[in-house]
């Protein structure tokens, strides 16, 4: 226990697993949270009087409970033997060998093949942000510098497992970003540009950063040192396959905040079961053509070359199935390059993963093929680049055995014919067979014995057993090692000798396989490079593969792309929708224009259920499609290049955030305003219904005018129940009234889910309160009190309320200004002549407005 306690207060913040004999342990705190997280047995233990809690498994199923404390969010120190207990005397040498946390993860039992494992770091700067993320498990290393926004959408995008960040900011940051990530804390010393450029420039090997473009990234800088940090922190010192650290180029990419890639659910949807628009459009094959299409959905491009480059590709692979169907054909069996070659360099890779790579390579020979014969240049020229890593794969083939074993103590690793000294040492182990026979024989002739074999065990090694029966003819000089029931074991002088022999070839042969198996990784590790270009391009033809099958599949078509603002899509449909209707429905497409002259804004009214919030979803997600190069799901699109995308819908729930659903409205429509630009495309859907419905009214045609307004003239799609926003139109030329159709049949609703031009009257929310089978009283009670409002409050008298204010433009809060005394003080301000009025005169006016109002308040007091 003393030992252990000086481990443990080596690392506090992690779950020590120390190995005991044949099980790992775990004491106090550290086995009740074990116990549980794993469903293992708590006992306890005396422990010099003190009660001490204790959990254990098998240490050879840590594989299987690994994984599960550090997918719990554990940071799992393992705790080995460092010696033999056998050649000491005293208590066993312990230590560290390696602590798994979250976000350095290289076990395959932790790590999903189709996403990356990232670990990010935040630094706060001065002025901005700094971000880094890294996926040890396949090299890639990323950095960013920003404002927290942007941090925050690319925290989103990224969403990596595990987050550092200094000690000092420990709770600035619980309350920016919420619970949603684990965080560790490191402190703050670590967070400094010397001592990250130092860790850095050690690492590349290079003199200054500026060869990766980030060199006036600071703040990027220190996020990167602090993940290298941690890295040596946490035993992961082999590192050769992190060969670059690229800089995010978010100017590069649509700007999608954080909201719009929750709202538009691109990967993640706040129904854990429900389809994701990445479960729809993933057809990729390979582990890393899926972490690619990721990554291109979460940064689409923004460059009309790069899409246009794409969309070829897709169009070339969808017009020859044949050729897609081989690329396919050659990717599929082809596992996962970029983890193998990781696994290279961070020495965990084993004999078979080893053969595995080589295959995967061989798979290589045909794409390039293939690619190079390609009609289509972009791929030609994928092609040219593909390296069939030749002398590698031969050399593999060289030294290991085909059918090599994952556990080289296994032995059978090295081919025949690599080593002579192998080869001679194996021929003396096999041939002991042949050995033991003609031993066998000879001594069965000698005595006489007709039931005599030689065997081997453990505990005993080489013996001659002899049963009872033939006892008294055992010869003198044999010696007697153990007793059976029915037979005797003997060994000789000969025997003795062979099986030292014997013994010392079979470990000779381990021991030189393992050193030859060395010799093959550390000549292998020149490869990483040229591997990890090859795992780079192959994940390339696979996403583009992926998105001609996507094509082919469910009728997608190629965008027509170009550096206009306009946006036309015809029969557009909703690619996630479209695939989860009830059998027999089919998708009703609709057709959506919008530019910056005529038609920027469209008011999108309709009742509950009829469909608008899919029309706005499905035009984002097609102009998302199309720029990250996928053909998209309409009969034709033309699309101007889109540069920001921002969604809001109103009053979602954010109680988790602790804020109130309408300030968090609010709050997430303001940042759009802010940010508008002549290429963004907004969607907002139910605006302002957090609130009463007069102010809801109020905002939703506040916001619209500003958008139109505004010099971007940014396109925007605004879903509403409020009709009376339709009137805007009348004073407004660019907004245009659209409504998604339904039929009213005698008692029934029939959604045609049309999008048609003009204004809708009702919502029927009663009808669908009834569908969702409100009980009758409440559904008639309800159609009697709206007929009554109906009455009271025509939605016309609220818009014409509304467009004088439109006109005169001068407070918000209109509604109260049916008060006549407002109304007064309305009219004196507005004849006041501010030019000629002395400082003395409007404060008499002033005083004069106060005593007015006091004069109201006695009165309905
Ligand atoms: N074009 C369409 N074709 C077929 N089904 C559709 C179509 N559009 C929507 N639907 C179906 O109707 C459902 C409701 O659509 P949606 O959520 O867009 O309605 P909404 O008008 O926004 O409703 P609410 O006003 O109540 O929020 C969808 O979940 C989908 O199943």
């Known amino acids: 226990m003393q030992q252990y306690n000086a481990i443990k207060v080596k690392h506090p913040d992690a779950l020590l697993l120390f190995r005991v004999g044949d099980f790992y342990e775990t004491f106090g705190e550290d086995a009740i949270k074990a116990s549980k997280i794993l469903g293992i047995i708590l006992t306890h233990r ?12 098998p240490h050879h199923s840590l594989n299987t409970y690994l994984p599960k404390l550090v997918r719990a969010g554990e940071r799992v120190a393992i705790c080995d033997q460092l010696e033999d207990p056998k050649m000491t005397k005293s208590i066993v040498k312990r230590g560290v060998t390696e602590l798994v946390t979250p976000g350095v993860a290289l076990n395959d039992d932790i790590l999903t093949s189709k996403s990356n494992n990232f670990l990010g770091a935040l630094h706060f700067g001065p002025r901005n942000f700094g971000i880094a993320f890294l996926d040890i498990s396949t090299g890639e290393f990323l950095t960013a510098e920003g404002s927290m926004d942007q941090m925050d959408k690319l925290l989103q995008n990224f969403s990596p497992s595990e987050l550092l960040i200094s000690k000092s900011h420990k709770t600035e940051i619980s309350e920016k970003l919420g619970p949603a990530y684990h965080t560790f804390f490191l402190e703050d010393w670590i967070f400094q540009e010397d001592y990250a450029h130092e860790s850095l420039t050690q690492h590349f090997k290079t003199k200054n950063l500026k060869g990766f473009g980030i060199d006036h990234l600071k703040n990027g800088i220190i996020a990167a040192g602090a993940i290298f940090h941690y890295l040596s922190e946490t035993q992961h010192t082999r590192l050769q396959h992190i060969t670059k650290i690229q800089r995010i180029a978010e100017e590069d990419h649509i700007w999608m905040d954080r909201f719009t890639i929750k709202n538009l659910e691109l990967y993640q949807s706040h129904n854990a079961n429900a389809i994701t628009l990445v479960d729809v459009i993933d057809k990729t094959i390979s582990p890393m053509g899926g972490r690619l299409l990721k990554r291109w959905l979460a940064l689409p491009l923004k460059n009309l070359e790069g899409i246009k480059k794409r969309h070829r590709v897709v169009a070339h692979l969808k017009a020859s199935q044949d050729q897609l169907e081989k690329l396919q054909h050659w990717i599929k069996p082809m596992g996962d390059l970029e983890r193998l070659i990781s696994k290279l360099a961070t020495g965990k890779i084993n004999p078979r993963e080893v053969i595995q790579l080589k295959n995967s390579l061989e798979a290589v020979v045909p794409i390039k093929q293939l690619a190079q014969e390609s009609e289509n240049e972009a791929m030609a020229q994928m092609g040219t680049q593909l390296d069939a890593c030749e002398a590698l794969r031969s050399k593999i083939k060289e030294v290991l055995k085909e059918e090599a074993p994952i556990q080289i103590a296994k032995g059978d690793v090295i081919a025949e014919g690599y080593s002579e000294e192998l080869d001679e040492l194996r021929a003396l182990a096999f041939s002991s067979k042949d050995y033991l026979d003609k031993m066998s024989a000879r001594e069965t002739e000698n005595t006489g014995i007709t039931s005599l074999k030689i065997a081997s065990n453990n505990v005993f090694g080489y013996y001659i057993e002899v049963r009872n029966t033939h006892k008294d003819k055992v010869p003198e000089s044999w010696i007697r090692k153990q007793t059976l029931v029915n037979a005797e074991r003997y060994i000789t002088e000969e025997l003795k000798e062979y099986e030292a022999k014997i013994l010392g070839a079979e470990e000779r042969i381990l021991h030189l396989e393992q050193q030859l198996f060395e010799q093959l990784l550390m000549w292998m590790q020149e490869y990483i490079a040229p591997v990890q270009k090859n795992a780079y391009l192959i994940a390339q033809l696979d996403c583009l593969g992926s998105f001609a099958e996507l094509a082919h599949q469910n009728q997608y078509v190629c965008p027509e792309m170009d550096d206009s603002t306009v946006l036309e899509i015809k029969e557009g449909r909703h690619p996630v929708i479209e695939k989860q209707l009830p059998l027999g429905e ?26 608008k919030s899919a029309i706005l979803r499905q035009t984002a997600l097609v102009v998302l499609l199309a720029q990250m190069g996928s053909f998209v799901p309409a009969s034709s699109a033309r699309i101007g290049l889109v540069d920001k995308i921002f969604t809001r819908v109103g009053a979602s729930d954010n109680i988790s955030l602790g804020e109130s659903t309408f300030m968090v409205e609010m709050n997430e429509t303001a940042s759009i305003l802010n940010n508008l630009s002549e290429r963004s495309l907004v969607l907002l859907d139910e605006i302002g219904r957090g609130t009463s419905t007069y102010d809801g009214i109020s905002i939703a045609w506040a916001i619209s005018e500003y958008l139109h307004e505004h010099p971007s003239r940014a396109k925007t799609l605004f879903a509403t129940h409020y009709h009376e926003l339709n009137e805007m139109t009348k004073t407004f030329e660019r907004i245009k009234n659209f409504n998604v159709s339904v039929k009213e049949l ?116």
């Not at 005396?46 to 498994?57: I, P, R």
């Not at 407002?822 to 002033?846: G, Q, Y």
């Open 46 to 57: 005396n422990n010099g009087g003190d009660k001490t809690e204790l959990a254990g498994f």
């Open 586 to 611: 089919s998708y009703i497409a609709n057709d959506l224009t919008l530019n910056r002259d005529d038609q920027q804004i469209i008011m999108v009214t309709g009742p509950n259920m009829s469909g």
């Open 746 to 861: 005698k008692n029934k609703v029939l959604f045609l889910r049309k999008l048609v031009p003009g204004g809708s009257e009702h919502s029927f929310g009663i009808h669908v309160a009834q569908m969702a089978g409100m009980p009758q009283q409440v559904v008639q009670k309800a159609s009697k009190i709206l007929k009554k409002l109906e009455k009271s409050h025509s939605s016309e008298e609220i818009s014409d309320k509304l467009q004088q204010v439109g006109q005169n433009e001068m407070q918000l809060s209109f509604f109260n200004l049916d008060d006549p005394l407002l109304e007064e003080i309305r009219d004196e301000i507005l004849h006041l002549d501010i030019d000629t009025l002395t400082p003395v005169e409007a404060l008499m006016k002033l005083n004069e407005i106060k005593r007015l109002l006091s004069k109201k308040k006695k009165a309905s007091s």
